[in-house]
């Protein structure tokens, strides 16, 4: 009678370590998932960037990281001297989904901002877009009406956009501002933030508290020059800095 107990009993105990020794162990990642933390790890390393304009468009580089016109500016941007009618395709660098903008007047004319966070860690923004892409287009006609010189985002949901996609053909201002030489000004903003990290500049605690206004973009934008493929990268370090000011100095760019 024992025996006839005791050997299911075996049995059992015998089934519940081979399942517990073996169906709870954690499964070791698909090829599909590896392959997509190594796609998304190189989407956010250096060189991952191509440049949102074609650079032989550009005349000059506005470094981020200088003070431009009294303020310290995190981003940089783009100057197109020679384009007609300020026409330039402005692409998506990197894959990202858009959470945020503003439609605003400033010198009289309607401008475009756009922030953009990629889902590996990076976020980017333009500003300066005058002709934006039906996209962005319709996600700028649902923004607050524009007002007077006041550029405040507000959020924007459903949208993204894949690298290279155009979201903007024409950019910058077609009247000059008052004491400018005459002429289009045909120009827009570019910033990209590495929020994994801060910023080499923000390891000096004066440095974080003289640019405390600019808050989080200060401490984590970087240089994007050095981030763009090497060709590009070279072509657009040769050009002049295009503030007659400030040039090409940056707390960011060494």
């Known amino acids: 009678m024992f025996i006839f107990i005791a050997l299911p009993l075996v049995i059992l105990f015998a089934g ?27 989407a956010c390393s250096p060189t991952a960037l191509k440049s949102p304009v ?11 990281g200088q003070v431009r016109g009294g303020d310290f500016k995190p981003h940089g941007g783009f100057r197109l001297n020679n384009t007609d009618n300020n026409l330039a395709n402005v692409v998506a660098p990197l894959a990202a989904k858009v959470t945020g903008g503003s439609r605003y007047i400033e010198m009289d004319e309607l401008q475009y901002m756009f922030d953009f966070k990629t889902d590996c860690g990076l976020e980017y923004r333009f500003d300066h877009l005058k002709t934006l892409s039906p996209k962005l287009q319709a996600a700028a006609d649902k923004l607050p009406e524009a007002e ?3 550029s405040r985002t507000s959020r924007v949901s459903n949208v993204s956009v894949e690298a290279g996609e155009i979201i903007a053909t024409a950019v910058g201002f077609e009247n000059s501002p008052p004491g400018a030489p005459e002429g289009p ?4 903003d570019f910033g990209l933030y590495d929020k994994r990290q801060k910023n080499a500049a923000s390891e000096d605690s004066s440095w974080v508290a003289a640019h405390k206004e600019e808050g989080d973009q200060a401490i984590y934008a970087v240089c994007w020059l050095d981030w763009l493929p090497a060709a590009e990268s ?15 100095t940056s707390d960011y760019c060494r």
């Open 148 to 150: 007077v010189d006041n």
């Open 54 to 64: 074609d650079v032989s468009l550009v005349t000059s580089v506005l470094y981020p």
């Open 185 to 188: 000004n045909a120009s827009f």
């Open 16 to 42: 519940l370590a081979i399942y517990l020794s073996t169906g709870h162990k954690s499964s070791p990642a698909s090829p599909e998932t590896s392959s997509n933390a190594t796609n998304t790890q190189a």
């Open 234 to 248: 070279a072509v657009l370090k040769a050009l002049p800095g295009g503030d007659s000011t400030s040039g090409k």
